[in-house]
């Protein structure tokens, strides 16, 4: 039986990720790890707005001040579509 470290791994560019900066269309990178957020947008607490103005970029200091529930962080993991490629890590911009 395969163990979940030995699936391959999905890299996207930050390219590939500010493409997708729309309300058909939400991504964004928390922590290298690439997100769709597409269908939480109407669920999202905050407001479909605040996740809207993160997409396409780097997520992760708005994330972290926010000071998110062990769940949420949990529900996040439901949404992972894969990493920023390695060759991206350090140009990652804010949004």
């Known amino acids: ?4 470290s030995d699936k391959a791994v999905k890299y996207y ?5 500010q ?7 939400t991504w964004l990178i928390l922590h290298c790890k690439a997100y769709n957020l597409t269908k ?3 669920e999202h607490p905050g ?4 996740l809207r103005k993160q997409a396409g970029g780097d997520a992760a200091e708005n994330f972290e001040d926010v000071g998110h529930s ?3 962080r949990e ?3 439901t949404f992972i579509i894969g990493e920023l490629h ?3 890590r350090s140009k990652i911009t804010k949004p």
Not at 1 to 4: D, G
Not at 13 to 17: S, Y
Request: charged residues 35%; hydrophobic residues 30%; without cysteine.
């Open 19 to 25: 493409k997708h900066n729309h309300s058909k269309s």
């Open 40 to 42: 939480f947008l109407e």
């Open 1 to 4: 039986m395969a163990q979940e």
């Open 13 to 17: 560019t930050v390219e590939e990720i």
């Open 70 to 72: 062990t769940d949420v």
């Open 86 to 88: 390695p060759d991206y």
């Open 75 to 77: 529900l996040s993991k």
């Open 47 to 50: 407001g479909e707005e605040f």
